[in-house]
């Protein structure tokens, strides 16, 4: 089953902040980060491996609450270059499940 | 340069034609991986390996077929192609699963089939 993400699609100003949430309705072991700009393919942002753990990337970072099966992606005075849609995914032995993704638009 | 690649980029087919989308790492990694994406659905996986010869299924497994007899590659083949099956498709691969910094996949460029 894939991971459920919230919201579904967001609109910012450059410089404005914006969450992105993450849940799963089985036990996540991990959460992967993942964005993907329009027609390309989807690129590497960050994995976090335990609960409450925090991880950055520029000024992107994500929290990991093992308890309550939830990550969020945290986006800070967002830039352009934010833009794109955003996927979290959860891996099961071999497999890595994605949820179905969020539209992020940042307008200048 | 690391890179996953895929051919063809585009492919418009017919209904029953067979095709085959292959795949090719040049990073020496175990694990790779297919995807499908489809609007509102997100990334779907078809079929990973885990190595050579070691494939298994995915969430969305039914019409597609895999082998992996190289490491380096894992072509992706559709037997009877149906319009169900248009969508886009993504190759990845990592370092094995479950070893310390195996966690980032690359993906390759896509894949945009329409089978008419």
């Known amino acids: 089953q894939q991971p459920v993400q919230s919201p579904q699609a967001v609109i910012l100003r450059e410089g404005e902040d914006a969450v992105i949430n993450c849940s799963s309705s089985?036990?996540?072991?991990?959460v992967h980060w993942y964005r993907q700009k329009h027609g390309e393919a989807p690129v590497f942002l960050m994995i976090?491996?335990?609960?409450?753990e925090q991880k950055g990337h520029d000024k992107i970072s994500a929290s990991f609450n093992e308890k309550k099966q939830q990550s969020s992606l945290y986006l800070t005075a967002s830039q352009l270059s934010y833009s794109g849609t955003y996927f979290c995914?959860?891996?099961?032995?071999?497999?890595?499940?994605f949820g179905t993704g969020t539209r992020l638009q940042v307008f200048p | 340069e690391a890179q996953v690649t895929q051919n063809p980029r585009y492919l418009i087919t017919v209904t029953g034609k067979k095709l085959t989308v292959t795949c090719s790492q040049n990073?020496?990694?175990?694990?790779m991986s297919w995807y499908r994406q489809d609007p509102g659905l997100g990334l779907r996986q078809i079929y990973y390996?885990?190595?050579?010869?070691?494939?298994d299924k995915g969430d969305v497994p039914e019409g597609y077929k895999v082998s992996r007899k190289e490491k380096r590659n894992f072509p992706l083949i559709l037997e009877s192609p149906s319009p169900n099956q248009t969508s886009l498709y993504f190759c990845?691969?990592?370092?094995?699963?479950?070893?310390?910094?195996?966690?980032?996949?690359?993906f390759g460029p896509g894949t945009r089939l329409t089978v008419t």
């Open positions: 995914g959860t891996r099961r032995v071999g497999k890595l499940i």
């Open positions: 990845a691969s990592s370092s094995r699963p479950g070893l310390a910094g195996s966690y980032e996949q690359y």
């Open positions: 089985k036990a996540l072991y991990s």
């Open positions: 990073m020496n990694h175990e694990y």
């Open positions: 976090l491996l335990k609960g409450g």
């Open positions: 390996s885990m190595n050579v010869e070691v494939t």
